[in-house]
């Protein structure tokens, strides 16, 4: 298929899936460039390739050749890319595993997606998004990913009322805080095995009620100077540590 | 004083100071919002501040009031505060100490000023920015930073240059890669004590003639399935290993 009006319905459909409200009633969403497409051919999810006309691809899914215009008009990129596809969302697994992140109100794209990153780089099973979480189909967290979404295990719940149930499989639940805290750096072996850690909101951190909630609180050890960490930072430093040996 | 008009020569001066250019010359930058307002007092930077009309501010500096509409003419946030100020950058130590983070041509504004404000958590002496590098005064960066770039010393330098230098202080200087390097974990105590870490750009890495140079390549132990981590995390969690004791 080619298409070369920029009003053509499937143009506008793509566009409109630049808003989560869209993804959601669809299901679907849009990736951008070779990299991305790539990671979501692997795992599975394209849908339809939507390729510049005159550039060609090898994978094996319908291709709806347009015109750089309308990749221009679908794209939140600022230089348009040859290669877009539209996906179907994952579908995640209801088990979370032993090793589980819970994110209470992420707001910035880009940590969100550094953080997934990071969980699949130190072994975390599934990553739990609360509510006020941005949408991890963004665009903007998707290019932070670089693809590690599709390979992760990432599901939205209520923190309040999942935390009960991880304590009941014996799952030990960290929060941070900077008194009173263990430092990361003394976690015995034992307690690394079945684990959830939750972080928090960018400025306010984990809501008081969830962090009431946790069997044991960590900190990080650093300068006095400093506040805080960047908590996508913080997060890793965190994860790389639990993976520790 | 007090300025209403948007056509006003100091306010135009003001804007200026959003290009790295005039920064270089008037060797001045402006910061935004109360915080880093704040944090440049503490460190003796401001040399005036701009202040909406009707609003307080105890600090003891000279103070422009001007309009909302001036403010937002001159920020670059999407919701413009009340207070800006006009600040001299900051003089530079000459000495590098003896814990140094070098980078490589690092362009993004966030991922520089995330590294500054780890840098200074775990008590890095100096970071040498490359050439290629994003300018430190950039806006984005300061924000990122959490004011941390008031309290560092940060110095510009050729990286090609200086390693011999360091060389010569018997400072380690320590390069990444996956192949072949050492696992950061198993850094030697007596290695931690005086050594330069050089981080490279986010899409390319250190360049090939700067890793050459290095004594030693340290690797962070993940996950085969994930080819690399966002750079500022990489550089925050080896940063981290290097303050552990």
Redo the contacts between chains.
């Keep these: 298929m080619q298409i070369t009006s920029l009003e053509n319905e499937r143009v506008k459909k793509y566009c409109r899936l630049k808003e989560k409200k869209y993804r959601d009633q669809e299901n679907q969403f849009i990736v951008e460039g070779n990299h991305l497409v790539e990671e979501a051919y692997r795992a599975g999810l394209i849908d339809e390739v939507i390729l510049e006309i005159g550039e060609e691809c090898s994978f094996n899914v319908p291709i709806v050749f347009v015109t750089k215009e309308i990749i221009a008009k679908i794209t939140t990129l600022e230089s348009p890319p040859t290669i877009l596809a539209l996906c179907h969302k994952k579908e995640m697994k209801e088990s979370l595993g032993n090793k589980i992140l819970i994110l209470d109100e992420i707001q910035d794209p880009?940590n969100l997606g550094?953080m997934i990153?990071?969980s699949?780089?130190?072994?975390i099973d599934s990553i739990v998004l609360g509510e006020g979480c941005v949408d991890f189909y963004n665009p903007k967290v998707l290019r932070?990913t670089?693809g590690?979404i599709f390979?992760s295990n990432i599901v939205t719940a209520k923190i309040e009322g999942l935390i009960p149930k991880l304590k009941k499989e014996n799952i030990v639940v960290y929060g941070t805080r900077v008194e009173s805290g263990i430092d990361i750096?003394t976690i015995k072996k034992e307690k690394k095995e079945k684990f959830a850690l939750i972080m928090g909101n960018e400025g306010n951190g984990v809501h008081q009620e969830i962090l009431e909630l946790c069997d044991e609180y960590l900190y990080?050890?650093?300068?006095e100077?400093?506040?805080?960490?960047?908590v996508?930072?913080a997060t890793?430093?965190l994860l790389?540590e639990f993976?520790?040996r």
Excluded at 220 to 223: F, G, K
């Design positions: 880009g550094t990153r990071s699949k780089a130190f072994h932070s670089q590690m390979h750096r990080i050890p650093m300068s100077e400093v506040e805080s960490l960047n996508a930072i890793s430093i790389y993976d520790r």
